[in-house]
């Protein structure tokens, strides 16, 4: 037992000085950010920077391209996850009842987008998102039809791990022998079984939207980080603030996810 | 209201909205780099694009590309399994865990334009580091290191390489059971003789695995070149970008295209790779 404790006591000690290190690595830029938006133009601290970007009808004044840049990602999150989920998971419900045979394509052309850089797919995407434009307009919305390929790899291996975890054939068929049509048996028989599946989908997806750059700085569209790189050559201060400031939220988020996700694992049997 | 299991043409049905879409946003796209990269601008099939691609500042281009993904894929994988394990002996469920997978989630994923920024704040020629240097005699502000890609970007992408690996290898490295370290020790066997024989071989496919992912995220990156690095275009996804925002010369239009062939062709050799490697891992371990 002494041999157990020793690699025990031994094993700690590797933990804190790996995470030590490396945590010092990335803890450099960070605390970077910090002390660059503190600084006062004769030296010393000051908090005008911050006091600036929360002060919202300022911000709404001088700087519209960072409001733009906000409610353009907060309106393309929320399309893309809808689109998501609403094209995704009743295809995959549908292909593990009726065509299973379908299985391995429908997966295929789910991952693909991994071995597309989003910069390929943007040049492809040009002559494509000029029909969207002649068809729908130019708001920066329709980024999210784009969007939506991007987050397929990783929609679709969440959903199929939850959807892999039920019965989907008995539910469906106990379902539709009581009555229930369809729609009935996706929104109120699937949809529920699979909610952890939905939310961690949706959660990965919202990530990656409010990450994206590529494809709407080079379609000259608006949304956050374009507006954060657009502020950047005007007032570098501000602009690192505010990166800095949406990297805490999505960190807040992410940390205030996993105590979400702990809690219902607990409560279910150990599935070994 | 057809029982399940039957009219199979119906069910087709249920699926169309999805293949609609996928060949609308995926494979339209695709079919047109693949088959832009060989026509010309008026729509001719040539070969010249493809011929473009010799063209010095491109070749350059793919090789720092190349490089820059293969180092920062070696070095994040490296030092983002041993985060990994390092995690892993930490107590599951504890607020370390919590804290380093969150962490990795938001820095792997939100690099770009906050990452670049994040640099900047701390390289650039007014940065923290930077000035914090040249009170003890280091000056790092007259040279343009931070946007050269075998030094400035190797180490900006390192830094969203480590938390993917994290991300990535932490499910392999917990897959491993006390039991086998335990049964080693039975055996009279050394944490060497584990390392070599028991965990390194069951670890040694999901961690080149897992590199090979890194090699195709870093070389697809554009974000954080395009936000870090304002003149010239020294990678290649950062060439391609130029060729969509700016004006191109006559008879050049689809060199981009040709450039996007090039980068699909290369993610795609690295992933053959990887698939070849896998199942000859596997047939060894089966063995």
């Known amino acids: ?272 | 209201m057809a029982p399940i299991g039957r009219k199979p043409v119906g069910a087709l049905l249920g699926v169309l909205p999805f293949f609609a879409y996928t060949t609308i946003f995926l494979g339209i796209p695709t079919l047109i780099v693949v088959v832009g990269a060989f026509l010309d601008g008026n729509g001719h099939p040539t070969f010249g694009n493809l011929s473009a691609l010799t063209q010095p500042q491109i070749v350059a281009a793919f090789i720092h590309s190349t490089v820059l993904s293969a180092v920062t894929a070696v070095l994040g994988a490296v030092l983002g399994a041993l985060l990994a394990y390092a995690v892993s002996t930490a107590r599951e469920g504890g607020l370390m865990r919590r804290l380093v997978a969150s962490l990795c989630g938001v820095l792997a994923q939100f690099g770009g334009v906050t990452l670049a920024f994040a640099f900047i704040a701390t390289f650039s020629s007014q940065g923290f580091l930077t000035l914090w240097l040249q009170k003890y005699g280091m000056d790092l502000a007259d040279s343009n290191w931070l946007y050269e890609p075998y030094k400035g970007l190797v180490l900006v992408y390192t830094y969203f390489q480590i938390p993917l690996m994290l991300i990535v290898f932490l499910p392999a490295v917990e897959g491993l059971r006390p039991q086998w370290r335990e049964a080693t020790e039975s055996l009279g066997g050394s944490t060497w003789n584990y390392w070599r024989h028991v965990a390194g071989p069951i670890l040694a496919p999901s961690f080149i695995g897992a590199m090979l992912l890194l090699f195709t995220n870093a070389f697809s990156a554009y974000a954080t070149a395009a936000a870090l690095i304002s003149q010239g275009s020294p990678i290649i996804p950062l060439q391609i970008g130029g060729t969509l925002s700016s004006e191109v010369i006559l008879g050049q239009e689809n060199v981009g295209k040709a450039m996007a062939l090039g980068m699909v062709a290369i993610v795609a050799v690295v992933m053959t790779l990887y698939v070849v490697l896998e199942r000859r891992t596997t047939k060894w371990l089966g063995s």
Not at chain 1, 56 to 79: C, M, N, Q
Not at chain 1, 197 to 222: C, M, N, P
């Open chain 1, 1 to 272: 037992m002494s041999l157990h404790a020793t690699r025990r006591r031994r094993q700690a000690s590797f933990r804190w000085a790996v995470v030590g290190v490396i945590g010092l690595f990335f803890a450099l830029p960070i605390v970077a950010m910090v002390e660059f938006t503190t600084r006062a133009p004769g030296g010393g601290r000051t908090l005008d920077t911050w006091a600036t970007l929360f002060n919202f009808s300022l911000i709404d004044a001088d700087y519209p391209e960072l409001k733009h840049g906000v409610l353009a990602s907060a309106g393309l999150t929320l399309v893309t996850v809808t689109i998501m989920l609403v094209m995704l998971v009743p295809t995959m419900t549908w292909v593990r009842l009726r065509l299973p045979g379908l299985r391995r394509l429908v997966e295929f052309i789910c991952l693909l987008p991994l071995t597309i850089p989003a910069i390929v797919l943007v040049v492809g995407l040009a002559p494509v998102y000029a029909w969207v434009a002649y068809f729908l307009g130019e708001s920066s919305l329709w980024l999210a039809l784009a969007y939506v390929i991007l987050v397929l790899p990783y929609a679709y291996r969440a959903l199929d791990a939850g959807l892999g975890a039920i019965d989907v054939k008995t539910l469906a068929e106990s379902a539709r022998s009581l009555g229930a049509g369809w729609p009935t048996v996706m929104w109120r028989i699937i949809l529920p079984n699979v909610r952890t599946a939905v939310l961690s989908a949706a959660f990965l997806s919202v990530a990656l939207v409010l990450g994206e750059f590529t494809i709407a700085s080079l379609f000259s569209r608006d949304n956050l980080q374009v507006a954060i790189n657009l502020l950047g050559k005007r007032d570098s201060s501000l602009a690192i603030a505010a990166a800095l400031a949406f990297m805490i939220l999505a960190f807040v988020v992410l940390l205030a996810m996993s105590f979400v996700g702990s809690g219902r694992r607990s409560n279910r049997p150990e599935e070994n």
